[in-house]
């Protein structure tokens, strides 16, 4: 069954202090892995597609990186404007045609 | 302004009622894809729309129906309304199933509170 895990559910950091967000992933076919980012009451804003293992996307202190079974997305020197819940899917082919498989997310806050 | 369009964005019914939420997909986009999110919960997929046919259905319950129309709007009603129902609900569109090089386009959200 395809199956997207993201870990951790939550994590606190203070302003500065990098860390990554991890997730993984089990389908039949790859054909593309997204990043979204959600802030509370509001839809999901795209941030990085992946598409093959080694491959790397970076946007201002956000870097996203794909290999065969799970993804990162790494956050260097975080500042409290960073806090959102952050959002992986996967997009797979099932019944002939493609879909997108969402994880559950990490909730990041960042503190001064 | 992602371009997907949601309306309302709140709505306050009592248990029991029925309701209409509405959606416009972004400009040239065939796909629409509804989604409903619990207080701190993901997001759970309930049902998709392509061309104006249903094309998958997630975890949606008999109380709720969609239906996407020939200027490929979409409606996603919920009727005999309980408690639980009380979530965002978001509307997402693509150009074809399955997203395209950017996913889904997802709206703004609905916010419907049951009292």
């Known amino acids: 069954e395809d199956q997207v895990t993201q870990s951790p559910e939550a994590l606190r950091l203070q302003e500065g202090e990098s860390s990554s967000l991890n997730c993984s992933y089990t389908?039949?076919?790859?054909?593309?892995l997204f990043w979204y980012r959600q802030d509370p009451g509001k839809g999901p804003e795209f941030l990085f597609t992946?598409?093959?293992a080694g491959e790397e996307k970076e946007k201002e202190r956000l870097k996203a990186t794909l290999t065969k079974k799970e993804s990162f997305l790494h956050i260097t020197a975080p500042k409290p404007e960073d806090s959102a819940t952050y959002l992986c899917?996967?997009?797979?082919?099932?019944?002939?045609?493609?879909?997108?498989?969402f994880g559950a997310g990490t909730r990041l806050a960042v503190h001064p | 302004d992602s371009g997907v369009t949601q309306t309302p964005k709140h709505l306050i019914t009592a248990t029991g009622q029925r309701v209409t939420l509405r959606c416009s997909p972004r400009?040239?986009?065939?796909?629409v894809y509804w989604y409903q999110q619990s207080l701190d919960q993901g997001l759970q997929f309930l049902i998709q729309?392509?061309?104006?046919?249903?094309?998958a259905k997630g975890n949606i319950l008999e109380r709720f129906s969609a239906q996407q129309f020939p200027d490929l709007h979409s409606e996603l009603n919920l009727s005999s309304l309980e408690l639980g129902d009380s979530a965002l609900y978001f509307c997402?569109?693509?150009?074809?199933?399955?997203?395209?090089?950017?996913?889904?386009?997802f709206g703004s959200g609905t916010r419907l509170t049951v009292v």
């Open positions: 997402a569109s693509s150009a074809r199933t399955g997203g395209g090089p950017y996913g889904y386009t």
């Open positions: 389908v039949s076919g790859l054909r593309g």
């Open positions: 992946l598409y093959s």
């Open positions: 899917a996967v997009q797979a082919e099932s019944g002939g045609y493609n879909k997108l498989i």
């Open positions: 400009s040239g986009d065939l796909s």
């Open positions: 729309y392509y061309n104006g046919e249903e094309r």
